[in-house]
């Protein structure tokens, strides 16, 4: 088992940024890749970006691409994803998960509890 939480969403004015962290702990040697997924309103849950593990490939959502940036510590067992330029429409509730292989933008194995991120327009 993996446990993952998030930490660092709040409220912020368009153009702003924040940083979200995903801590991951328990069977961490057992991950293949992290990634960002986020879910608003009435909407479905969706791909934002994820990292592999090792060698630190990065992929990305068209949607933030050139505005988010996803990064990990190995040592801390710690995923970054740095949100700049934020805009309303990033307004969602954002999770982080891990996955032990396969196609980074779906069927993960594990789950946090959600980080909620509001953008005021």
């Known amino acids: 088992q993996v446990q993952l939480v998030e930490s660092g969403g709040g409220l912020v004015q368009a153009g702003g940024s924040l940083r979200l962290s995903c801590a991951a702990s328990?069977?961490?040697?057992?991950?293949?890749?992290m990634g960002w997924f986020r879910q608003a309103p009435g909407n479905e849950r969706e791909f934002v970006a994820a990292?592999?593990?090792?060698?630190?490939?990065?992929y990305y959502a068209d949607s933030v691409k050139g505005r988010f940036t996803v990064s990990r510590d190995n040592a801390k067992n710690t995923v970054y994803l740095q949100m700049n330029s934020l805009k309303p429409e990033d307004t969602a509730i954002y999770y982080c998960?891990?996955?032990?292989?396969?196609?980074?933008?779906?069927?993960?194995?594990?789950w946090g509890q959600g980080t909620q991120v509001t953008v005021s327009s």
């Open positions: 328990g069977r961490t040697f057992s991950s293949y890749a």
């Open positions: 990292i592999i593990w090792r060698g630190g490939n990065t």
């Open positions: 998960a891990a996955k032990k292989s396969g196609s980074v933008y779906y069927e993960y194995d594990y």
